[in-house]
C-alpha cells in the first residue's frame, strides 16, 4: 500500500498542511519540537486508531482549538481509498471512509497498516507487562480489525466485575457475616471466560506466527551468534486453540483464585494479566539485555511485524521510524535499508541527515519540518 498525501488541519502544530508522498521513503528532518514525530503520530492514528504517546484527544487537537482532522489518500488494492479522521477535544470521533461515515470503529481499522518504530520502543523489552499486552493488541488490530472489538468487550466486563468484587469487598467490611457469592459474580464468571478465551486465542495464535520470524531476523542480525525466543506466556493457560476448552481453564482458575479475589476485590485472573516473554540465549532480555542488544531485539520485532502484516493483509505496511536509524550501527541500519528497499513505503524522521549514508539520501525524498510547516 502507498500514502499519497496526507493532510493535517489543527492537528498538534499543524494548522494547515498538505504532505505528496513522492517516492517510497521520505526523510523529515528539522530540530527538536518541530513536528515530525506529530506526522508520524497521524498516520499511526489512521492505522490503529491510537496514539502510542498520549490517550486523550485534547491533547492531539491544536491548543486553542476544538477540533482537528486528519484525512489521507492511501493506495491499495482494488483503488485509491479516502480516509477521515476528525478528533474533538470532547472526544468523540468521526470516522469516515470515501467520504462515508462510519458507526463503527473497526470497518476504518485494517484500512491503513503500519509498523511503528520509535525509541519508545526499547520499552518492549524493558517496560512492563502491560506494554508488551498494548503491542501486541495493536498489531492484532491491524491485522483482524473485529479484535478491537473483543479486547473492548472484554475490557468492559473486567470493569463490571472489578466493581461487584469492590463492592462485595466493602459490604464484607461493614458485616460480621461474609457475604455469599452471589450468582450474579456467576453470571460475570462466565462472560468472562467467554471474552477472555478470544483475546488469549487470538494472542496466542499471533505469537505463534511472530515468533519464528522474529527469531529469523534476529539471527541475521546478530549473526547468528543469539538466539531470540518470543514466548506467550498466558495468565490462564491455554493447551490448544479450542474455545471451549480456553474457557474451562479459565473457569477453572476464577474458581481456584475465587478467596484472592474476594480478599482483594480484583479479578486476579485473565489476559489482562498476560505476559509476552523476550528471551536472548535462554535469558529474559529484559535482565540481561545490553542497550545494543534490546535495539536488535526490537527490532527484529519490527521487522517480523512487517513481514507477518504483509503475508496476512496480502499488502506491504508502512514503515514508520521516528528518530531511531540514528541509534542503529552502520550493520544494523544496512540491515534494515535492504529489507525495506523500495518494497515498503518508509517515512523516517531525523535531526541531522548525516546519520544517513548515500543510499538513503539518494532514493529518499527529503522534507524539512520546521515550527509545523513542511517544505521540500
Ligand atoms: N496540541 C498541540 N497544539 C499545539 N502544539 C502542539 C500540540 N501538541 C504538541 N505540540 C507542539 O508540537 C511540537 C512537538 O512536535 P514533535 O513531538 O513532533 O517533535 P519532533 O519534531 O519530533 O522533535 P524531536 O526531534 O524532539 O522528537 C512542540 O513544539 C509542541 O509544543
Known amino acids: 500500500m502507498y500514502l499519497k498525501t496526507l493532510h493535517l488541519r489543527q492537528f498538534r502544530n499543524y494548522l494547515d498542511q498538505q504532505v505528496d508522498f513522492s517516492a ?22 489512521l492505522a490503529t486508531l491510537r496514539s502510542h504517546r498520549v490517550s486523550r484527544d485534547r491533547d492531539l487537537v491544536q491548543e486553542g482549538a476544538t477540533t482537528a482532522q486528519i484525512t489521507a489518500v492511501l493506495e491499495r488494492e482494488p483503488g485509491c481509498i ?41 520499552e518492549l523489552v524493558r517496560g512492563s507487562p502491560e506494554r508488551r499486552r498494548t503491542w501486541l493488541d495493536m498489531l492484532l488490530v491491524q491485522l483482524e480489525p473485529i479484535y478491537a472489538h473483543i479486547l473492548q468487550q472484554y475490557n ?34 462466565a462472560q468472562l471466560a467467554t471474552a477472555g478465551a478470544r483475546v488469549i486465542r487470538r494472542r496466542a495464535r499471533v505469537i505463534e506466527r511472530l515468533a519464528p520470524l ?9 549473526g547468528s551468534t543469539e538466539t531470540l525466543e518470543v514466548r506467550y506466556l498466558p495468565n490462564v493457560g491455554q493447551e490448544d486453540d479450542d474455545p471451549e476448552s480456553v474457557q474451562q481453564a479459565f473457569l477453572a482458575k476464577l474458581q481456584q483464585r475465587a ?21 536472548i540465549n535462554q535469558t529474559p532480555a529484559r535482565q540481561y539485555g545490553s542497550q545494543g542488544q534490546q535495539r536488535t531485539l526490537v527490532l527484529a520485532l519490527k521487522l517480523a511485524e512487517l513481514n507477518l502484516i504483509e503475508a496476512i493483509v496480502g499488502e506491504t505496511p508502512l514503515l514508520l521510524l521516528d528518530d531511531v536509524l540514528a541509534e542503529l550501527d552502520p550493520h544494523r541500519q544496512n540491515q534494515l535499508l535492504s529489507t525495506i528497499q523500495d518494497r515498503f513505503q518508509t517515512l523516517i524522521t531525523t535531526t541531522h541527515l548525516s546519520s544517513f549514508d548515500n543510499g538513503w539520501l539518494d532514493s529518499s525524498q527529503i522534507l524539512t519540518v520546521q515550527a509545523g510547516q513542511i517544505h521540500s
Open 156 to 189: 468492559q466486563i473486567l470493569r463490571q466485575r472489578n466493581a461487584l468484587l469492590k463492592g462485595l469487598l466493602a459490604t464484607s467490611a461493614s458485616s460480621d457475616f461474609p457475604p455469599d457469592t452471589p450468582s450474579e459474580l456467576g453470571f460475570w464468571d
Open 214 to 222: 522474529a527469531h529469523t531476523w534476529h539471527q541475521q542480525i546478530s
Open 259 to 279: 478467596i484472592a479475589e474476594q480478599h482483594q476485590g480484583i479479578t486476579l485472573v485473565g489476559p489482562h494479566r498476560d505476559e509476552v516473554e523476550l528471551i
Open 82 to 122: 479516502d480516509l477521515a479522521l476528525r478528533l474533538r477535544s470532547s472526544g468523540r470521533r468521526t470516522i469516515s471512509l470515501n467520504q462515508q461515515t462510519l458507526g463503527r470503529h473497526l470497518d476504518f481499522l485494517g484500512t491503513l497498516n503500519a509498523v511503528q518504530f520509535s525509541c519508545l520502543d526499547l
Open 24 to 45: 517510497p521513503k521520505t526523510i523529515l528532518v528539522g530540530a527538536n519540537a518541530q513536528g515530525k514525530s506529530n506526522l508520524l503520530e497521524a498516520v499511526e492514528l
